[in-house]
């Protein structure tokens, strides 16, 4: 049925709201009228007096003192009887539920109040609630792709190399892959006294220091288990603290998914963060490990916080942040560097994660890793990855060691043939950055925009598969201040959809310069400026310059001559020790953990 | 049952902690409390300054009507008495008993009528001795139909001392006029004119403009004895045309206002109190349809201070704050985190 509204801009200067919501019921079949901006509250409350109205509409941004005379308005309103016969609504971007309740307003609509909700008061019928929850269903990044090398010789090359890569450690182990093997079996056993024997067998390929930690609770510094308490408290928040209207940071459906990086050291903080990250629309995270868990044989076990950079990956806290993320949330599991790759990958599988992030050459190169070693350990862990049905994203961090992108996006591409070959689906993550290399050459002196995008343009004429720039974007253009940081990475995010990848992975505004845990409210910064560089690129693209098409055919003449050294050398390890995909002037080193472990 | 109004002249004057001190009192005094709001209060955090409040915290047997939505986040345990039909922006206003002690936020009827029928379910439905109902920022309107009302004032309101004992002296004196009776009560907001040849209601609700103005004048006369104004006036409008309305009287006559309320519902005490001194000077009295009783003041000598483009806690001298309140009014003052503030309640 018509209603007979009067729509009040209670406010000198800014009356375009009530004009948008006045313009909405009238095509929705209802009576209004607007009134001038500048009428005394007398004048207005006459004419809602004298008028039969429905509904009062009063439109009024907060300042100071406002609010005062905003409750002396309704006073008036009260006094005059229009009460008796009107219901007396506000709007305004800071309005809240509560705010209208205090103020004396029977409703009141704000920032995240829909045109749909207001319709549905006016009309008298319930709004159409989505309920809690985030209404979405998990995406597969790489279904799409049929992982088909357009470029032949590179094609080629990539097959001679996985494969020699494959024979060299087919018959090789390493204690990594060992007590992946262990793990996976204590998994599945049910007979107590074997998982006892099973357990000194994998403990027998630990470091001392895991061993202690395990079987004493004898813990590294800064490491605790969670406390009963502290698990009853977050699924107290878990329970409290289900959207009811989340936000959605893609403006279609072409648009990338959204990453961010989990590492706190405290699953619960980090499991906060997320739920609250969850709520402003993210698509998935990364847990990020301590650095020293990659250099000790064995892994922690149990529900431990850690009171440092980097949260513990056992089995216990990626399951409790498994379990704690939403269903359709992605979860990533960092294993691409370290002596624990394999029962890394294994445990994300175990614990319902989504993905598992490998890279057999920056794992060598920047990480600290032995060749040899991660060689062994990531095939295996690759062939996990598979068994447990999880895509593996593959880090081109080490052009932030100062490789060139061309070595790197190689080292990328030996990872997906291996991947392909081992039955696994691969993602590409090329950085979108300023690296090392790219300020000491000048790639990026007339713009950020050509050299990123060659980078996607060249990985696309190579193969068909899935493209995830990180990690995060825009590293090396962001500072201390963060709307200045939240700009640099919503740019590189418009950039991102314009070429049409498939995610990113985004930094908070203060990562580089928190000293010490990134607070949630810079997480939402780079979300809520990503949302809205969304909503600005739209379906519209980057006009990138010929320097683009310049940049894309060198970077794969490059890749194509890089690829072919490394497969003039016996085997991938070889062609890393030789510096081939990156070396001492480009600041890379072969790692040296786990260096004589290979068997 | 009591119905006792805690209002504020501006937001932070110090309602909620009045308000709590007094339901501590009274449950120390085993007298049962009944707790409403004509807005929101009892959070954590001030929608508006951003600063921590006072919250609210019920003793077990304390019956309340508040909003669902302050039902469901309640750290008090309670039993439902009643529901009602009652909307506010938080949902549904419902009447329950507190069974377990705890914080509550409290938002009740925002009307008259919405507050009359809260007030008559605490009266039917409960055995609450006395009813106490919150404030909301400056808001009076609702709050006429009470018995009792307790003003808070503060350096939120004005940092300077004299001039808040001026406007409370002045809000005293408004409350100083008489009761009037003799118009039966009623929806009917219409004004009226008595005369010695009977009634006249008039076509409006207001007094506010040239039209209103000349409806009134039109029915004015020499034999003119009470202009019944119960709905909104302007006092600028009204202070303005004051003369227009007198010539025509020329006679000792008397206006009937609904409350003092009503009188007090203008951001402009000096248009106020030019009214009255005009009135006074042209033997026209004042009386209201309705006339709760002033029975005490509260002061908070506390404001949010406005620094660097945000609000911090800073506070007036609180006993020359005391002292110059005292000395300016009858009705009894009291800051209640000073000694002798249990006196309030035997006014109550």
Request: glycine share 8%.
């Amino acid at each position: 049925m018509s209603k007979r509204i009067l729509c009040v801009p209670f406010d000198p200067v800014h009356d375009v709201g009530i004009k948008i919501i006045k313009n909405e019921l009238d095509k929705n079949g209802h009576h209004t009228e607007l009134l001038s901006p500048d009428l005394s509250p007398e004048v207005i409350v006459k004419i809602a007096s004298k008028g039969n109205y429905d509904f009062i509409l009063v439109s009024r941004t907060l300042g100071y003192g406002v609010a005062e005379m905003l409750a002396r308005f309704v006073d008036m309103l009260d006094a005059a009887g229009v009460r008796e016969k009107s219901k007396i609504v506000i709007g305004g971007k800071p309005i809240t539920p509560e705010l209208a309740a205090e103020l004396g307003f029977d409703k009141g609509f704000g920032e995240h109040s829909s045109l749909e909700e207001l319709l549905a008061y006016i009309e008298g019928r319930e709004v159409k609630q989505a309920g809690t929850g985030l209404h979405r269903t998990k995406k597969d990044i790489t279904s799409k792709y049929d992982y088909r090398f357009k470029h032949t010789e590179i094609g080629s090359l990539l097959d001679s190399i996985a494969n020699k890569l494959i024979t060299f450690t087919a018959d090789k182990t390493s204690p990594g892959v060992e007590r992946a093997k262990i793990r996976a079996e204590i998994f599945t056993t049910q007979d107590e006294a074997k998982k006892k024997v099973l357990l000194s067998d994998y403990y027998s390929l630990c470091d001392e220091v895991i061993v202690e930690g395990n079987t004493k609770k004898n813990f590294v510094k800064g490491v605790r288990e969670v406390t009963a308490q502290e698990i009853i408290n977050l699924n107290s928040f878990l329970g409290r603290s289900q959207p009811l209207n989340p936000y959605k940071i893609q403006y279609n459906e072409k648009q990338p998914l959204l990453f961010k990086f989990l590492g706190s050291g405290c699953p619960i903080m980090d499991i906060t963060h997320a739920k609250v990250c969850e709520r402003y629309g993210i698509d998935g995270f990364l847990i990020i490990n301590p650095s020293w868990e990659a250099r000790y044989e064995g892994l922690l076990q149990g529900c431990l916080t850690h009171e440092n950079d980097g949260t513990i990956t056992s089995f216990e806290n990626i399951k409790l942040m498994r379990e704690s993320l939403d269903e359709s949330t992605l979860l990533t599991v960092r294993a691409h560097r370290g002596l624990n790759t394999p029962e890394t990958v294994l445990l994300a599988g175990k614990a319902g994660a989504d993905l598992a992030k490998i890279n057999l050459v920056y794992g060598s190169l920047g990480a600290g890793t032995d060749p040899v070693r991660l060689a062994v350990d990531g095939v295996e862990a690759i062939k996990l990855a598979a068994r447990y049905n999880m895509p593996f994203d593959i880090p081109g961090n080490d052009e932030l060691s100062g490789v060139p992108a061309w070595k790197t996006l190689a080292g990328l591409l030996i990872n997906v043939m291996v991947g392909i070959k081992l039955g696994a689906k691969p993602i590409l993550k090329p950085l979108f950055c300023y690296g090392p290399h790219i300020v000491i050459n000048g790639m990026m002196k007339q713009n950020f925009i050509d050299y990123n995008a060659a980078k996607v343009y060249a990985l696309r004429e190579i193969v068909n598969a899935p493209i995830w720039p990180g990690e995060p974007i825009a590293f090396m253009t962001q500072s201390e201040e963060r709307v200045q940081s939240a700009n640099a990475t919503s740019y590189h995010a418009s950039l991102a959809a314009s070429t049409g990848v498939d995610a990113i992975t985004v930094a908070s505004t203060d990562e580089a310069y928190s000293r010490g845990p990134i607070c949630i409210t810079s997480r939402i910064d780079s979300i809520r400026a990503i949302s809205d560089a969304f909503r600005f690129v739209g379906d519209a693209k980057f006009a990138t310059t010929s320097q683009a098409d310049y940049f894309t055919e060198d970077l794969i003449n490059k890749i194509t001559s890089t690829l072919r050294e490394v497969d003039s050398k016996e085997n991938l390890t070889a062609a890393i020790y030789d510096g081939l995909l990156g070396n001492k002037e480009d600041g890379a080193y072969p790692g040296k953990f786990g260096y004589g472990t290979v068997n | 049952m009591k119905t006792i109004g805690v209002i504020g002249t501006a937001k932070n004057t110090g309602k909620t902690t009045t308000l709590s001190f007094l339901m501590k009192g009274f449950f120390s005094r085993e007298v049962p409390v009944g707790l409403t709001g004509i807005g929101y209060d009892g959070e954590d955090v001030d929608n508006i300054t951003n600063l921590p409040k006072p919250r609210l915290f019920l003793e077990e047997n304390t019956f309340a009507a508040t909003s669902e939505k302050c039902l469901i986040t309640s750290g008090a345990d309670y039993e439902l008495i009643a529901e009602t039909g009652l909307q506010t922006a938080l949902g549904k206003i419902s009447l329950v008993r507190i069974t377990k002690p705890g914080l509550m936020v409290i938002a009740g009827p925002n009307t008259k009528e919405g507050l009359a029928e809260v007030t008559d379910l605490f009266r039917n439905k409960t055995s609450a001795g006395l009813l106490l109902v919150d404030g909301s920022l400056n808001r009076l309107s609702p709050m006429y139909i009470l018995e009792k009302l307790i003003f808070t004032t503060g350096a939120s309101r004005d940092t300077n001392i004299s001039g808040l004992a001026a406007e409370m002296s002045f809000i005293e004196k408004v409350f100083g006029f008489k009761l009037n009776t003799d118009i039966p009560d009623g929806k009917e907001l219409s004004i009226k004119v008595k005369s010695s040849e009977g009634e006249t209601a008039l076509d409006t609700y207001s007094l506010v403009d040239e039209d209103d103005l000349a409806l009134l004048i039109n029915q004015l006369n020499d034999k003119t004895e009470k202009v019944y104004l119960p709905g909104l006036f302007s006092h600028r409008f009204l202070g303005k045309n004051l003369m227009k309305i007198f010539e025509r009287i020329r006679k000792p006559a008397e206006f009937v206002f609904n409350s003092p309320v009503q009188l007090l519902l203008t951001d402009e005490s000096a248009n106020l109190s030019f009214l009255l001194s005009q009135f006074a000077k042209n033997n026209i009295s004042i009386s209201y349809r309705y006339k709760p009783e002033l029975s005490a003041i509260t002061i908070n000598p506390f404001y949010p201070n406005i620094k660097n483009y945000s609000y911090e806690a800073a506070y007036i001298n609180k006993d020359e704050f005391l002292h110059q309140m005292t000395q300016a009014l009858h009705t009894p003052v009291f800051n209640i985190y000073e000694p002798g503030a249990d006196k309030i309640f035997n006014l109550l």
